[in-house]
């Protein structure tokens, strides 16, 4: 067993990567023209809004580009910082600039700034005594003013991929001096199981890598299980995620694909999205894509809806899946949302139609 040390960083901090050469992932910003090579190659500090799921670098990319560009780095995390605080750090920004010293101000977590905080960054932002990185899992263009957005350069992170996560975990057993420093062997399996199981986050990968190691000279995959039990999918209701699923749900039954449209439907349940929700884009679905190519889709869908209301889950993901099955191997039609589009144009256009006369007798 290795000895304990209570000042101990975490593995994720211990690994974080001093140099670009070492980041993992998000290989589309350093590709010739991409937006940080442009940035190291032009040497000039711009504002970003980074964002994406947790543990993909958004800390990291910050730190390292101030680094690059020799910047006075400030962090602030944006759910418990103040105006107050705020005004004080630009203020001391500006003084910085005016020596000829760049800050790099690095919000985490912005999406929690309500406006009046954001509008206190735009004059200092506009002057350039500061080069804001704000991090955000949210869509910046959702959440953050259109002001600061238009100042700043939006730049999307990704999960990192399994054999991304899994070189990560090599890279930390093999250095005795920031990573794992007690002898133990991880087999491969288990290497690939801790990245399954991390969904492309990196930060979870080197946690959970440090809990399994720990009083284990083997790793097995068993082991990684027994450790971490049922994967917590990551999915937000209220953020891309949400969005992003539900319209990969909707594609999937519109051109037929039944195994995805299936896997998105899992995915959704699993992670605690509103079954009524599902429900109602299915009923919509029926009438808008399915339509009078198979009429009955849209009775499906509706007794699905029903059959949630009267039975509930977990009982009614059967329902639920009857009905994404059906739709997705019915054929399709969009006739009748033309024909509603066609008729809007026509009453847009002032096309007049002169009513029926009724006639008795």
């Not at 809004?49 to 730190?63: Q, S």
């Not at 004080?88 to 309500?114: C, K, M």
């Not at 195994?259 to 899992?266: G, I, K, N, R």
């Amino acid at each position: 067993m290795g000895i304990f040390r209570p000042a101990e960083r975490p593995l994720a901090v211990r690994m974080r990567p001093t140099s670009f050469e070492e980041f993992l992932g998000q290989r589309h910003l350093f590709t010739p023209g991409g937006v940080i090579d442009s940035l190291l190659r032009s040497q000039v500090p711009v504002s970003l809004i980074l964002y994406g799921p947790p543990g993909t670098g958004k800390t990291t990319l910050a730190l390292l580009i101030a680094k690059e560009l020799r910047m006075y780095f400030v962090y602030v995390n944006a759910a418990t910082s103040n105006v107050k605080e705020l005004r004080h750090i630009l203020s001391s920004a500006r003084e910085r600039f005016s020596a000829g010293q760049r800050t790099l101000l690095f919000v985490d977590e912005i999406q929690r700034f309500n406006a009046t905080q954001q509008e206190v960054l735009l004059p200092f932002v506009e002057e350039g005594s500061v080069a804001l990185v704000g991090a955000s899992v949210e869509n910046p263009t959702f959440v953050l003013i259109p002001a600061l957005v238009s100042r700043s350069i939006v730049v999307e992170l990704k999960r990192l991929s399994e054999e991304e996560i899994v070189e990560g975990l090599r890279r930390a057993l093999a250095d005795k001096q920031r990573g794992i420093r007690d002898e133990v062997r991880v087999e491969d399996s288990a290497l690939g199981k801790i990245a399954r199981f991390s969904d492309g986050d990196m930060r979870k990968a080197y946690n959970l890598l440090e809990l399994v190691c720990a009083g284990r000279k083997v790793v097995r995959p068993e082991d990684v299980e027994k450790v971490v039990g049922r994967k917590v999918v990551y999915y937000d209701r209220k953020a891309d995620q949400h969005y992003d699923t539900i319209s990969s749900f909707i594609k999937a039954m519109r051109r037929g694909d039944e195994e995805s449209a299936t896997y998105w439907l899992v995915k959704m349940l699993g992670a605690g999205e509103d079954p009524r929700f599902i429900a109602r884009r299915m009923i919509i679905f029926a009438a808008e894509d399915v339509g009078m190519a198979d009429p009955q889709g849209l009775v499906v869908a509706v007794s699905a809806y029903q059959a949630l209301q009267v039975v509930g889950l977990p009982e009614a993901e059967l329902n639920l899946m009857h009905a994404c099955v059906y739709l997705s191997r019915a054929p399709k039609s969009r006739e009748v949302k033309e024909i509603i589009d066609q008729r809007k144009e026509e009453i847009e256009k002032d096309i007049t139609r002169t009513p029926d006369k009724f006639f008795t007798g």
